[in-house]
């Protein structure tokens, strides 16, 4: 047995020296993560404490909940461009309903999480009944939904200060941050749902091939309204950790997070053509746009290179997505 594992070891290293290219897209995500460990542990004596490790995690809990179900949207039909708006426009809502309007907490968060699913829902119905892209339509309803953000609060930042509103970005759970539970209940919770449910794998059978799928009886239509319903609500729920971890509503808020989700989701592996991809792997390419900005920050780099840094992982992520497609082509050939 193990003269066996020795030797497929073996073999498959001598494949990967002939096959860089298969090497970098199966293991690539790997190779950048450790390096990046052991760079920023070199560079700075803080990366290892374990309050810094804590801070990681919390740091990309927003964008790791949001991640899981932009996983799903990519493997079923495209990416959600409106989450990040969707995030600000939680913390709007509860700002104009409690702060500025005197309803009960719960109201606030309630609304803020159906109106997140609402526009989850009218992206859903868009794409579906007009059989248009998902980058399109998700791109206008980002920036109708931005608007809205600023309307709700004249524009200005929301200062909270109702522990009840900052519960989900500041308790702790058994001595553990709320939103590091949060977001690795989603990950689990997602990645169970798309490797053991029906509806998983009926996802990647739309991704994959939507005309196939229809054809094998299944229903295209109302897996991609769930798809963006439960992307919408990730993102709203995510808009309700944000308020509690930075005590403040502020509709500028996220600009980044589509991005930073996609390219998160792109490097784990998932492909834009859809049909493949996993949401354990996009967990690590999670943990990796939050070691980047952790360990500049920590090295002092400004937040310029930062932007930058992510914008090239960006590229990154695009081309180990095209190189996938091509090899996934070369082997049909």
């Known amino acids: 047995m193990a003269d066996k594992v020795k030797n497929n070891t073996i073999t498959e290293m001598k494949y990967y020296l002939k096959n860089p290219i298969d090497f970098l897209i199966k293991y690539g995500l790997f190779v950048i993560f450790f390096a990046m460990v052991l760079f920023f542990s070199f560079r ?10 804590k801070n990681i995690l919390i740091a990309v809990s927003v964008i790791g909940v949001i991640s899981t179900a932009m996983t799903a949207a ?52 868009i794409i579906v009944k007009f059989d248009l892209s998902s980058l399109i339509v998700t791109l206008g309803m980002m920036n109708v939904v931005r608007g809205l953000s600023f309307i709700l609060v004249d524009g200005t930042a929301q200062f909270v200060n109702d522990y009840r509103l900052l519960y989900l970005g500041r308790a702790r759970w058994l001595g553990i941050p709320l939103p590091i539970i949060i977001v690795l209940f989603s990950f689990v919770l997602l990645d169970f749902i798309l ?26 239509t109302k897996n991609t309204i769930i798809l963006f319903v439960l992307s919408g ?6 808009g309700l950790i944000t308020v509690g971890i930075g005590g403040a509503a502020m509709p500028y808020v996220g600009e980044s997070y589509a991005l930073d989700a996609v390219t998160a ?18 967990f690590l390419g999670v943990l990796i746009i939050g070691i980047l900005n952790n360990g500049m920050t920590l090295m002092n780099v400004q937040t310029y290179w930062q932007i930058t840094a992510k914008g090239a992982f960006l590229i990154l992520a695009i081309i180990l997505d095209s190189l996938q497609y091509q090899r996934k082509i070369s082997i049909v050939k």
């Open 44 to 53: 700075t004596q803080y990366f290892f404490q374990f309050s810094n490790v």
């Open 265 to 282: 989701v792109l490097l784990g592996g998932t492909t834009l053509a859809g049909g493949k991809g996993s949401v354990r792997m996009t």
């Open 74 to 125: 990519i493997i079923g039909r495209g990416p959600d461009l409106t989450v990040g708006a969707i995030v600000a426009m939680s913390g709007c809502i509860v700002a104009n309903l409690v702060l500025m309007n005197g309803y009960p907490w719960f109201v606030g968060m309630i609304v803020a999480i159906i109106v997140g699913v609402f526009i989850g829902f009218l992206n859903g119905i």
């Open 195 to 220: 490797r053991n449910t029906v509806f998983g794998r009926q996802v990647f059978s739309s991704g994959g091939n939507r005309t196939a799928a229809r054809l094998a009886g299944i229903n295209v």
């Open 233 to 238: 609500f990730m993102a709203s729920v995510a």
